[in-house]
């Protein structure tokens, strides 16, 4: 009866009302012989005890706020976040409403979700945004069904590049196994040669062509020239961008690129064990029809109130059904107002600061165990992830590390077996000069072990 | 670039954070800088300017606070959403799902470093299979859509790793959620909608006629939009099987159930949950959702990879040690990382720890005593056209003979009563459809202002209709130009011809 505010009486005269004599009786419609089923379940806890249990759970893990220095990025970055944030989202007129269906009673989540958009075309350089995905890796596969429909099916390859991260390439292949398309690209040969080299298999056929910014390696390119070359091929293309490097970094939407979409989790959200984050999706205003996902608008109200609704929704599922390029319904609402604060009380000062402490110190690392007998840092142009190729198997430099209460970088040899060797390294604003100093000092004894 | 969007004088209520922008004010200050200085890369790399606003925390503090005063939510009202669960959200979970252990942990950690994490995935797959009845549980998918795209590619998957290539429709009632087709629409497969019949229930003349080697299954939400528990449930399981096709449950509705009955038991094959309904992940103003899907055992090969599983077993003083499993025939991934983790996962576990067996079923006996009684003090002013003990919700026509009223009148009216409406317009095959769901959370009091609230209305709507069709009229604002939204789009506030973006 935990969280249930009827009494006894209650109940009764409502039963009463109904005309049933008991709770069971108004489950006659259920095959008797399965109903009622007795649950093999733990007994309830009590709050206090339910508290205990799941504090005893959490400590069961090493974070990377006290346990453990992390150096540990691939698609996820450890970032500080200001209290401010959390404070606004405990608000339960935003988390506990729902979906704002009803805009005048919903202006507040509205309106966050309008500035969202705001915020993230301004942040991408892109024209329009949508109120976000399930995540940087879902947000892409809709970028390849937006690229799908734009062309009606009719052309069926799409380019990967192989430095996309390798989760999001597999959700890519996982969506769109029932459309036939080709996907192609992601050859692990290719992930020394410059884009305009990748420029070359875009053929007729292809819709789209997806890369990463900064690339899975963190590294920065100028992606003007192969989105120029794709163009002239007719296909699209999609950049999947780390917003913390687009506040420093020439944005994706100056170089002529159709979709911008990434993972909004550097952006004021926890790294929660992998989730909930949020998608974002930005693209040019001539492809907005064909953008899934919910979309706010400015209009009036019958009072001449500046106000906002959800709008264009003939696009999606609950009026178009099985002819919608999307089934999505959700965005992910409560994260969008995480980041749309974030990037509210950091500014344009706080973020290019933020953007600034991440390159200082991943070069500063970089710099560092470049020095290192051994370690060779193989990225170039970089933002605040780079590649150290190490002299014994990642695998061991990492248990090493972690016996020295390190979280090393992501072992690039699980994705890619000629890379057995090398280590992704990610440098945030977290990581102090003693902890990169820490891992150096660490790093060179492995091979005195 | 975005045109400029023309100048609407429209009166302001709340600024945007762009209009409260004022170049010079700071929010957060970071921490300078304690490394040796690096050069920046070619200026040819950079962005010249960051057109982001420029604001103190308290500007930001206030505007957020003002824009949370404008909206509806469980922490302030009754809100009887059919179809969405809006049950009140439990306070210990917004603190448990904080915990550092959980906020500060990364996907890609070694698992000897997150056994909590791991621990507390299969603790929550293992209970959800128990509590449906099913032989597998994948986390993964985000939203109760993605776990139909989820359901939807292993039910084709099975199919096609039996040979079984020609089959390529998909059942589905004429009362299902949108979701369902546009997940099929996303396949390639084709739909084939199954009407009701009189009393509700999947027409079974029409089902065993579209039931052929062709049929890749049917996806039926039971209890279903209506709100009842199909009466032939068995019967539809049977001729959907009887041709070979798969039965997905939609889980929308899973509320309903907890230890009522277990969709395993009744022959589903697989099923989405909505833990963002059923065990009180609060909707968040649309999302984040979480949807995990359950399997029986011949569908157990197919799910997406990766789900938590025992790596050692446990000894004496041991525990078990956790880590992932990847499925033999995975259909692949839905999501990068592990899913939704900390605001999904831990929220729901905390629920369903602190219900236990018993309560759990408490929560679906009180949900069903809700929705009968309000259907009951109801049922002599507005028309419930299928007419019997229903489950968790309840569906009423919003229009009265001789009136010009609609449902949508009565939704915004009941706003000027300070409650939310229900679901308006769905499910598709009631006129005028009012769906009513009031969940388990609410008490006697509120369930009788609610019907008084509806009683009245439909007073109103036969002397003093006006009152309808202007409401909600003591609500912050008042009904929207959605026409004037859609062609003049203006999507975005900031005007990109103040900044040189290519420089």
Same mark, same amino acid.
């Given at each position: 009866?935990?969280y249930i505010?009827?009494?006894?009486? +209650?109940?009764?005269m409502?039963?009463?009302?109904?005309?049933?004599?008991?709770l069971?009786?108004?489950?006659d419609?259920?095959?008797?012989?399965?109903?009622?089923?007795?649950l093999d379940?733990?007994?309830?806890?009590?709050?206090?005890?339910?508290m205990?249990?799941l504090?005893?759970?959490?400590?069961?893990?090493?974070?990377?706020?006290?346990?453990l220095?992390?150096?540990?990025?691939a698609?996820?970055y450890?970032?500080?976040i200001?209290?401010?944030?959390?404070?606004?989202?405990?608000?339960?007129? $935003?988390?506990?409403? *729902?979906?704002?269906y009803q805009p005048?009673i919903?202006?507040g989540t509205?309106?966050?979700? $309008?500035e #969202?958009?705001?915020?993230?075309?301004?942040?991408t350089?892109m024209?329009?945004?949508?109120?976000?995905?399930y995540?940087?890796?879902?947000?892409?596969?809709e970028?390849v069904?937006?690229? *799908?429909?734009q $062309?009606?099916?009719?052309?069926?390859?799409?380019?990967m590049?192989?430095?996309?991260?390798?989760q999001y390439?597999e959700?890519?292949?996982t %969506?769109?196994?029932g459309?036939?398309?080709?996907?192609?690209?992601?050859d692990?040969?290719?992930?020394?040669?410059?884009?305009?080299?990748?420029?070359?298999q875009v053929?007729?056929?292809?819709?789209?062509?997806?890369?990463?910014?900064?690339?899975?390696f963190?590294?920065? #390119?100028?992606y003007?020239?192969?989105?120029d070359?794709v163009h002239?091929?007719?296909a699209?293309?999609?950049?999947v961008?780390?917003?913390?490097?687009?506040?420093?970094?020439k944005?994706?939407?100056?170089? =002529?690129?159709?979709?911008?979409?990434g993972?909004?989790?550097?952006?004021?959200?926890?790294?929660? #064990?992998? =989730?909930?984050?949020? =998608? $974002?999706f930005?693209?040019?205003?001539?492809f907005?029809?064909?953008?899934a996902?919910r979309?706010?608008g400015e209009?009036?109200?019958?009072?001449g109130q500046?106000? #906002?609704?959800?709008?264009?929704t003939?696009?999606?599922?609950?009026?178009?059904?099985?002819?919608?390029?999307?089934?999505i319904?959700?965005?992910?609402g409560?994260?969008?107002?995480?980041?749309a604060? *974030?990037?509210s009380?950091?500014g344009?000062?706080?973020?290019?600061?933020?953007?600034?402490l991440? %390159?200082q110190?991943?070069?500063?690392?970089?710099?560092?165990?470049?020095?290192?007998?051994?370690?060779?840092?193989?990225? &170039?142009?970089?933002f605040h992830?780079?590649?150290?190729?190490?002299p014994?198997?990642?695998? &061991?430099v990492?248990?090493?590390?972690?016996?020295?209460?390190?979280?090393?970088?992501?072992d690039? =040899?699980?994705? *890619?077996?000629?890379?057995?060797?090398?280590?992704l390294?990610?440098?945030?604003e977290?990581?102090s000069? +003693?902890?990169?100093?820490t891992?150096?000092?660490?790093?060179?004894?492995?091979?005195?072990? | 670039?975005?045109?400029?969007?023309e100048?609407?004088?429209?009166?302001i209520v709340?600024?945007?954070?762009?209009?409260?922008?004022?170049?010079g004010?700071?929010?957060v200050t970071?921490p300078?800088?304690?490394?040796?200085?690096?050069?920046?890369?070619?200026?040819?790399?950079?962005?010249?300017e960051?057109?982001?606003?420029?604001?103190?925390?308290?500007?930001?503090?206030?505007?957020?606070?003002h824009?949370s005063?404008?909206?509806?939510?469980?922490?302030s009202?009754?809100?009887?959403l059919?179809?969405?669960?809006?049950?009140?959200?439990p306070k210990?979970?917004?603190?448990t799902?904080r915990?550092p252990?959980?906020?500060?942990?990364?996907?890609l /950690?070694p698992?000897?470093?997150? /056994?909590?994490?791991?621990?507390?995935?299969? @603790?929550?797959?293992?209970?959800?299979?128990?509590?449906a009845?099913?032989?597998?549980?994948?986390? !993964?998918p985000?939203?109760?859509?993605?776990?139909?795209?989820?359901?939807?590619?292993?039910?084709?998957?099975?199919?096609?790793? @039996?040979?079984?290539?020609?089959?390529?429709?998909?059942?589905?009632p004429?009362?299902?959620?949108?979701?369902?087709?546009?997940?099929v629409?996303?396949?390639?497969?084709?739909?084939?909608?199954?009407?009701?019949?009189?009393?509700?229930?999947?027409?079974?003349?029409?089902?065993e006629?579209?039931?052929?080697?062709?049929?890749?299954?049917?996806?039926?939400?039971?209890?279903?939009?209506?709100?009842?528990?199909?009466?032939?449930?068995?019967?539809?399981?049977?001729?959907?099987?009887?041709?070979?096709?798969?039965?997905?449950?939609d889980?929308?509705?899973?509320?309903?159930?907890?230890?009522?009955i277990?969709?395993?038991?009744l022959?589903?094959?697989?099923m989405?949950?909505?833990l963002?309904?059923?065990?009180?992940?609060?909707?968040?103003?649309?999302?984040?959702g979480?949807?995990?899907?359950g399997v029986?055992?011949?569908l157990a090969?197919?799910?997406p990879?990766?789900?938590?599983?025992?790596?050692?077993?446990?000894e004496?003083d041991?525990p078990?040690?956790y880590g992932?499993?990847?499925?033999?025939?995975?259909?692949?991934?839905?999501?990068?990382?592990n899913g939704?983790?900390?605001g999904?996962?831990v929220?729901?576990?905390?629920?369903i720890a602190?219900?236990?067996?018993?309560g759990?079923?408490?929560?679906a !006996?009180?949900a069903v005593?809700n929705?009968?009684?309000? /259907?009951?003090r109801?049922?002599s002013?507005?028309?419930?056209?299928?007419?019997?003990?229903?489950?968790?919700?309840?569906?009423?026509?919003g !229009?009265?003979a001789?009136?010009?009223? @609609?449902?949508?009148?009565i939704?915004?009216?009941?706003?000027?009563?300070?409650?939310h409406?229900?679901?308006?317009?769905?499910?598709?095959i009631?006129h005028?459809?009012?769906?009513?769901?009031?969940?388990?959370t609410e008490?006697?009091?509120?369930?009788?202002?609610?019907a008084d609230a509806?009683?009245?209305i439909?007073?109103?709507?036969?002397? /003093?209709p006006e009152?309808?069709?202007n409401?909600p009229s003591?609500?912050?604002?008042? @009904?929207?130009?959605?026409?004037k939204?859609?062609?003049?789009l203006?999507?975005?506030c900031?005007?990109?011809?103040?900044?040189?973006?290519?420089a």
């Open positions: 009866m935990t505010p009827t009494s006894p009486k +209650e109940r009764d409502m039963l009463a009302t109904i005309g049933v004599k008991s069971d009786d108004l489950f419609a259920i095959p008797a012989k399965h109903r009622f089923p007795k379940l733990p007994k309830a806890l009590t709050e206090m005890e339910a205990q249990e504090s005893d759970i959490a400590q069961a893990n090493e974070n990377v706020r006290g346990d220095i992390s150096f540990l990025g698609g996820m450890n970032h500080y200001p209290s401010v944030i959390d404070h606004m989202l405990r608000r339960g007129e $935003f988390y506990t409403a *729902y979906t704002p005048e919903s202006q509205l309106q966050a979700i $309008f #969202y958009q705001s915020l993230m075309s301004a942040l350089g024209d329009v945004s949508n109120a976000s995905h995540d940087g890796a879902t947000a892409t596969a970028a069904n937006l690229a *799908y429909a $062309f009606r099916g009719k052309r069926r390859k799409v380019l590049s192989p430095s996309l991260h390798p390439r959700v890519v292949r %969506y769109t196994q459309m036939e398309l080709e996907s192609a690209g992601d692990e040969s290719g992930i020394g040669l410059s884009p305009e080299a990748f420029a070359n053929d007729e056929n292809t819709c789209l062509v997806i890369v990463q910014y900064p690339d899975f963190g590294r920065i #390119y100028d003007t020239k192969l989105i070359a002239a091929k007719g699209l293309v999609c950049v961008a780390n917003p913390t490097a687009l506040a420093m970094f944005t994706p939407g100056s170089m =002529g690129a159709d979709i911008v979409v993972d909004g989790q550097p952006l004021g959200i926890p790294m929660w #064990y992998g =989730g909930p984050s949020v =998608g $974002f930005t693209t040019r205003k001539n907005v029809h064909k953008m996902g979309l706010v209009t009036v109200d019958n009072r500046r106000a #906002y609704v959800l709008t264009l003939a696009r999606e599922q609950h009026i178009k059904r099985e002819r919608a390029t999307s089934n319904c959700t965005n992910q409560l994260l969008a107002l995480a980041t604060i *974030y990037l009380v950091l344009k000062h706080g973020l290019g600061q933020v953007a600034k991440c %390159y110190k991943a070069h500063y690392a970089a710099r560092e165990l470049n020095k290192v007998k051994g370690y060779k840092v193989s990225s &170039e142009t970089f992830e780079f590649v150290l190729e190490c014994a198997p990642a695998a &061991e990492n248990a090493h590390l972690l016996e020295h209460g390190i979280l090393g970088g992501y690039l =040899g699980q994705d *890619y077996p000629t890379l057995a060797n090398h280590l390294i990610a440098v945030t977290m990581n000069k +003693e902890d990169i100093d891992l150096v000092e660490v790093l060179s004894e492995v091979d005195h072990d | 670039m975005i045109d400029a969007p100048k609407i004088s429209a009166k709340e600024p945007t954070i762009f209009d409260l922008s004022s170049p004010r700071i929010g970071m300078a800088s304690d490394v040796p200085e690096t050069a920046l890369p070619p200026k040819e790399l950079l962005r010249s960051l057109p982001l606003p420029e604001l103190a925390e308290v500007d930001v503090v206030r505007h957020y606070m824009l005063t404008f909206n509806y939510s469980v922490d009202g009754y809100y009887p059919g179809s969405c669960t809006m049950k009140y959200n210990i979970n917004e603190d799902c915990l252990g959980f906020l500060f942990t990364h996907p /950690q698992i000897e470093t997150v /056994q909590g994490n791991l621990a507390l995935m299969y @603790r929550l797959q293992e209970w959800l299979k128990e509590i009845g099913f032989a597998a549980v994948t986390l !993964q985000a939203a109760g859509a993605h776990g139909e795209f989820t359901g939807v590619l292993i039910m084709r998957a099975y199919h096609k790793s @039996r040979g079984d290539t020609k089959r390529t429709k998909m059942l589905i004429d009362a299902a959620h949108g979701t369902n087709p546009a997940s629409g996303m396949m390639g497969m084709t739909v084939v909608t199954i009407p009701s019949d009189e009393r509700g229930n999947v027409d079974l003349k029409a089902l006629a579209a039931c052929d080697d062709t049929v890749v299954g049917m996806m039926l939400t039971n209890p279903n939009t209506l709100g009842l528990f199909d009466e032939h449930i068995e019967k539809v399981i049977e001729l959907v099987h009887g041709c070979g096709g798969l039965m997905y449950g889980g929308a509705n899973l509320n309903a159930l907890l230890g009522i277990r969709p395993g038991d022959g589903f094959d697989v989405h949950f909505n963002h309904k059923t065990f009180s992940v609060p909707h968040g103003g649309g999302g984040p979480v949807g995990p899907v029986a055992t011949h090969d197919f799910l990879a990766p789900l938590v599983g025992i790596i050692e077993e446990a004496a041991l078990p040690l992932y499993v990847k499925p033999a025939k995975s259909i692949g991934r839905m999501k990068a990382f939704h983790f900390g999904g996962f929220r729901s576990f905390t629920y602190m219900h236990g067996p018993d759990l079923k408490d929560i !006996q009180y005593l929705a009968n009684y309000l /259907q009951a109801l049922r002013t507005y028309h419930i056209p299928f007419d019997r003990i229903c489950m968790h919700e309840f569906v009423a026509e !229009q009265f001789g009136s010009g009223v @609609r449902a949508l009148d939704a915004k009216r009941l706003m000027d009563y300070n409650f409406p229900p679901t308006n317009y769905f499910p598709l009631v005028e459809a009012l769906m009513i769901e009031p969940t388990e008490n006697k009091d509120t369930l009788d202002a609610f509806l009683i009245k439909a007073e109103e709507a036969k002397t /003093q009152l309808l069709h409401a003591t609500t912050r604002f008042g @009904r929207m130009d959605e026409v939204a859609a062609r003049e203006v999507l975005c900031w005007l990109p011809e103040n900044y040189d973006m290519n």
